[in-house]
């Protein structure tokens, strides 16, 4: 049985932070593309075109008959075939983490492997198969019991990969809206510490400030993405508290390019959309990087939700496309640069959302409550790319086929 950790424990302040390793870098296509499949979650392994041999880890043709190897969606199950625990090691990351354990894994589809395993997992156990990212980006298997054990998902090693928000401190950088409300009484019930609320505006109160400010794990503060010296100020006194930093802000108007909409309000959208994400990743991100290596309290994510539009644009939201696209770009440039400190960097991709600023787009759309769950369920898979409604994963999905065809199709 996985041991309960204690998320009370406090870092003593005189004690310099270790510096956080991370895991050597990729070393080939084959590995990156697993990485992006990692990402979404999903379990996918090479497949050859013409043997039908499947093949791990990841190569550029198969090595039994020099055949296109295509990456197809597998079984997760597996059986245990021999453990060991690296006690001693010279790799910097590893290191800081022993005792490992890692075994060899049957896979069911065929293949023998390496893992990395769970605790509660023992020679000859049946296993559910994960890959998952590690702090630099790295796809790994990750062997875990087929059934549900007791604190299963606090275990040490599986932690690695993830960022539960189980005993965490974390800021939602826009507490006035409705995203931000519900993604606050979600993280509570996942067990979160506390949550910082931000408020761009203190005098002027918000629809549920009174039910959420009187909630014992919430604290509103000051925080006002379109200002510099209010987000450095919240940095200062907050950048060493926050172990995951949620993004919420958006600023939705609809409106084309040449017919309708003014260009005020691009400059608005570019402003909080854009330049607000990059106020809050240069105040937060160095703060929290340096932190990402604490054994007691690690800042382990970043995490920002914009809109699927930032993939194909939208005639009628041209300033909320455009200006997610370069959010999206962000992020991605983002997420490179904090790959060599180990804070993991999540994006959630969301479709229309049920309110008054997108009553010009028919159904389906997403609650926020639907955005509240599914962040919820990708900082504990540790996914960092997750798709929040049925138009957002169709959107995807076919760009992810054919991206020019897929931009015409929105447009139209």
Request: hydrophobic share 35%; charged share 20%.
């Amino acid at each position: 049985m996985t041991k309960q950790n204690n998320y009370l424990t406090k870092k003593n302040p005189l004690v310099k932070s270790k510096i956080n390793h991370v895991s050597s870098p990729l070393r080939s296509r084959a590995t990156k593309a697993l990485a992006c499949h990692a990402a979404k979650g999903d379990f996918v392994l090479q497949e050859c075109s013409e043997c039908q041999y499947i093949t791990y880890p990841p190569r550029d043709r198969c090595p039994n008959c020099w055949g296109e190897l295509n990456w197809k969606h597998q079984k997760r199950h597996a059986t245990l075939l021999a453990e060991t625990t690296i006690h001693s090691t010279a790799d910097l990351y590893f290191r800081e983490h022993i005792p490992w354990r890692i075994g060899t894994i049957l896979l069911d589809v065929g293949p023998t492997a390496f893992a990395h395993l769970h605790s509660d997992v023992q020679v000859g156990d049946k296993l559910t198969i994960h890959v998952m990212l590690d702090r630099s980006g790295n796809p790994a298997l990750f062997a875990m019991p087929r059934k549900v054990t007791v604190n299963m998902e606090e275990d040490y090693q599986y932690n690695q990969f993830t960022a539960s928000p189980k005993g965490k401190r974390i800021l939602i950088s826009d507490g006035r809206t409705e995203i931000g409300q519900k993604l606050t009484y979600e993280l509570i019930k996942a067990g979160a510490e506390i949550v910082y609320l931000g408020n761009a505006d203190s005098n002027l109160r918000f629809e549920g400030q009174n039910s959420i400010s009187k909630h014992k794990n919430v604290k509103i503060i000051p925080l006002n993405l379109l200002s510099t010296k209010s987000v450095k100020k919240c940095s200062q006194q907050y950048g060493g508290k926050v172990d995951i930093l949620i993004n919420t802000a958006s600023y939705v108007r609809s409106g084309s390019v040449a017919f309708s909409g003014k260009i005020t309000e691009m400059q608005n959208a570019i402003d909080l959309n854009v330049n607000g994400l990059t106020r809050l990743a240069k105040a937060f991100c160095p703060a929290m990087s340096a932190r990402s290596g604490d054994k007691e309290r690690p800042a382990i994510a970043f995490l920002d939700i914009l809109s699927i539009f930032s993939l194909t644009g939208h005639p009628g939201y041209a300033s909320l496309a455009a200006s997610s696209a370069a959010r999206l770009s962000i992020i991605n440039s983002l997420r490179s640069e904090m790959s060599l400190s180990g804070l993991k960097v999540f994006s959630a991709l969301i479709g229309p959302i049920e309110d008054e600023w997108h009553q010009d787009i028919p159904p389906p759309k997403v609650t926020a409550e639907q955005i509240a769950k599914s962040v919820i369920t990708s900082l504990k898979n540790g996914q960092e790319l997750t798709l929040v409604g049925n138009v957002a994963k169709d959107i995807f999905e076919k760009w992810s086929a054919n991206p020019l065809l897929t931009m015409r199709e929105t447009i139209k």
